[in-house]
């Protein structure tokens, strides 16, 4: 229940958000205000420091490398703000043009809504992977010939004393043929996660190459994602 709860709500939020960045200007005034944010911080935790610094240049409680260290470390982020300063002027278009983009992604997934179906859909598939993985995996440790090997450790009953007993481990031997198996079948359960998550990325990215050079966005809808994904099965699968 609470998954379910929290997963409904995350799904409103984000629509909420992506309608948001729809709206002329909110990316903007986020964006630069998360911006101009960062740089009044690092101000004025440089500030604060320098003052902090003066007040316990008098304090006969503080060393001398305390108070000069902090003046010190609160200069630093007052140069790093001019730094960050310059940084922003040389990137501002830059990230008035990332803003654009976010701007047209929004608009992508909200004509795209069950492009949220797709993980989901890459899960079931690797899911149906792991079914016959597992059973080879089983299959592959049941081949495994039982050894029983004895070993002496300290009494349990009296640990502080020399007294030692005998106890039983079983353990499990395999030929080089089964561990090269197993070696092998960890491989193809690497190689395949990560074939699943590259199906995903050119999925999203057919999509939304999709959305941004068609003429005409109503051709674009609810199977975009599910044809874009059935192409990238089709021409990308190597």
């Not at 001398?64 to 940084?87: D, K, N, P, Q």
């Not at 047209?104 to 792991?130: E, H, T």
């Not at 999203?204 to 609810?222: L, M, P, R, T």
Request: proline share 3%; net charge neutral; with cysteine.
């Amino acid at each position: 229940v609470i998954f379910g709860f929290g997963f409904v709500i995350a799904i409103v939020l984000s629509f909420i958000f992506l309608f948001l960045l729809e709206v002329p200007f909110v990316a903007f005034i986020l964006v630069w205000t998360t911006v101009i944010l960062v740089l009044i911080l690092i101000v004025v935790m440089g500030a604060l420091m320098v003052k902090t610094g003066r007040d316990w240049k008098d304090d006969p409680t503080k060393s001398r490398y305390e108070w000069r260290g902090l003046i010190g470390l609160g200069y630093t982020f007052i140069v790093l703000a001019a730094l960050y300063v310059c940084m922003i002027i040389f990137l501002r278009k830059r990230i008035n043009l990332a803003i654009g983009l976010v701007k047209v992604a929004a608009r992508a997934v909200s004509s795209m809504r069950s492009m949220i179906i797709l993980p989901f859909a890459l899960v079931g598939g690797f899911a149906l992977f792991l079914i016959p993985w597992i059973f080879y995996m089983l299959s592959l440790a049941s081949l495994g010939d039982l050894e029983i090997k004895q070993l002496e450790v300290p009494d349990p009953a009296d640990p502080l004393s020399d007294d030692r007993i005998i106890i039983n481990v079983r353990t499990y031997e395999y030929d080089d043929e089964a561990k090269r198996t197993g070696w092998f079948l960890l491989f193809v359960l690497l190689w395949t996660s990560q074939f699943v998550i590259a199906v995903g990325y050119l999925t999203v990215a057919v999509a939304i190459a999709s959305y941004f050079f068609s003429h005409d966005k109503k051709d674009i809808g609810f199977w975009t994602p599910f044809s874009s994904l059935a192409f990238v099965l089709r021409y990308h699968t190597g």
